[in-house]
């Protein structure tokens, strides 16, 4: 079964993808002008909207579900692996995905908004909707519908799980099977309440631990801050392979560094549109910037904090294509958790380890949420003509089965499993944004002409030429830009009103 995982995964995670995620990115980038960069006071003023409505929830919910999938084991065990098999230079590509697929996460957010649907009273949306309205391939968006649910349902949680799982027996002693009871109670709870109960749970839980790990890693760094400097340099010179005894890794490096960097901040993988279709917005592209904004939480903070961790404290280890050890710096400890435990414990004794193991619980359990969520969207979009009520209470029970089955199974088969489903999702999505960038363009373009006149924007995608928006139709953008501002009556057909 390892051999059959890892042939597969040499297939799907070919040269080909590295490359095209990294190009995908970059495209996107010179096509948006860089918006990264040049929104990113605007990213931070649309990310704290907390309006919501019975059908839809709030832009700073919708970014809380996406981080709650976007922050999870990845910045920790991912982390730790990404170093032990592509060196300290595998930090700097997983930065350049982050960076450059900031673009690729407002292309594939905003199309997720222009195409989303109402459906049994809830907004949905994600690239199963927008590959059939937007490129009219029904055949492409069931593929990517059932290959999400696959992935989402049955081959990632088990990633999660299983890094729950070690790290609790490694701090607690806690048997891994002890750890998956208790999972498939609490993920039973949150998950038969519904879209509305996952915000909730999101929006409280996902900035605390995120801004908890983030300050003690600061912690960490901050008592050995002379050392950052040589760190920042040995991560650069080793993503060219310019440090000694690193260069023999220079594509593993590139090749580690995206494939993490993918996993952990799912840029353009296709899974953040889901959670950016249900936000209660005026214009697609306001959700667009949001998430945007969320890769920068993901990997520049969270991802980088573990990794300056592990590299200030020397606690990981580096392995050569051939198995041979090239650096040994926490000799019998397995690339994962393990490395992040024994660095924090390092430096704060006695309160290190448990840390780690409590952070971890609530990054990789929020995400096994963020998982069902775009798990039951794409069965909501397979269901919308015939009905198969049956489809979600399967889902539900494999989403559960899943969760102990990994739990209790070697690191390496989870991790393997997971990353075929990350690949094959990636491989299907990206080329439907690139498929479908001219309305997401558009959308950029509508916005920033119409902020430059000083307007708070609202979407038609009519007077953009673009169709099957059926969502935005009845002066929709103005009845949410009513919702956006509290005491405010919605403006109906109304033109765009001055911003406040």
Same mark, same amino acid.
């Given at each position: 079964?390892?051999?059959? *995982? ?11 993808? /590295? ?139 088990? /990633? ?28 039973? &709870? ?15 839980? *996902?900035? &605390? ?26 991560? &650069? ?145 397979? @269901? ?12 539900? /029970? ?30 299907? @999505? ?71």
């Amino acid at each position: 079964m390892d051999d059959l *995982v890892n042939a597969v995964n040499g297939v799907v995670w070919s040269p080909a993808l /590295i490359y095209l995620c990294l190009g995908v990115g970059l495209y996107f980038s010179v096509r948006t002008r860089f918006l990264q960069m040049r929104h990113f006071r605007e990213m931070l003023r649309l990310m704290f909207n907390r309006q919501s409505s019975s059908s839809g929830v709030s832009s700073f919910q919708a970014l809380a579900m996406t981080l709650a999938g976007r922050v999870g084991t990845g910045n920790i065990a991912g982390v730790a692996t990404a170093i032990t098999f592509g060196g300290p230079g595998a930090m700097f590509w997983m930065w350049m995905v982050a960076f450059l697929g900031a673009s690729s996460a407002f292309v594939e957010s905003t199309l997720g908004q222009v195409y989303k649907e109402k459906i049994d009273g809830q907004y949905r949306g994600g690239p199963a909707f927008y590959i059939e309205k937007g490129l009219g391939q029904k055949w492409y968006a069931w593929l990517f519908a059932i290959t999400t649910v696959v992935a989402t349902g049955l081959l990632l949680p088990g /990633i999660q799980s299983n890094s729950i799982a070690n790290s609790m027996q490694s701090a607690f002693g806690i048997a891994p099977s002890v750890s998956a009871a208790v999972l498939a109670i609490m993920l039973g &709870f949150i998950i038969f309440g519904g879209v509305k109960r996952i915000a909730v749970f999101a929006g409280a839980v *996902v900035p &605390f631990m995120a801004l908890g790990y983030i300050i003690v890693a600061c912690v960490v760094i901050a008592l050995n801050i002379e050392q950052l400097p040589g760190v920042v340099a040995l991560i &650069f010179k080793s993503a060219f392979g310019l440090e000694a005894g690193m260069g023999a890794i220079l594509g593993f490096a590139i090749q580690w560094g995206v494939k993490r960097g993918i996993y952990s901040n799912e840029a353009g993988q296709g899974t953040g549109p889901h959670a950016a279709s249900a936000a209660v917005v005026s214009h697609p592209a306001k959700q667009g910037l949001v998430q945007a904004f969320s890769v920068y939480i993901d990997t520049l903070f969270v991802c980088s904090a573990t990794a300056f961790m592990l590299l200030i404290t020397g606690q990981y280890n580096v392995q050569g294509p051939d198995g041979q050890a090239l650096y040994t710096g926490i000799a019998g400890v397995a690339a994962g958790p393990g490395y992040v435990q024994t660095a924090m414990e390092s430096i704060l004794p006695g309160f290190g380890s448990v840390f780690v193991a409590l952070a971890l619980f609530f990054f990789a359990f929020t995400t096994i949420i963020a998982y069902y969520y775009i798990a039951e969207t794409n069965v909501a979009y397979i @269901n919308r003509k015939a009905q198969r009520p049956w489809l979600v209470f399967a889902l539900k /029970i494999g989403l559960m089965a899943a969760t102990v089955y990994g739990a209790v199974k070697t690191a390496d088969m989870a991790w393997g499993l997971g990353d075929i489903g990350v690949g094959l999702m990636a491989w299907l @999505n990206i080329v439907a944004i690139i498929l479908l960038r001219k309305p997401a363009l558009a959308c950029l373009k509508d916005y920033e002409a119409q902020q430059a006149q000083g307007l708070d924007p609202v979407f038609h995608p009519e007077r953009l030429g673009i169709a099957n928006a059926g969502y935005w139709s009845g002066g929709r953008a103005e009845l949410n830009q009513a919702a956006e501002r509290p005491g405010e009556q919605p403006a109906g057909e109304a033109a765009p009103v001055k911003a406040s």
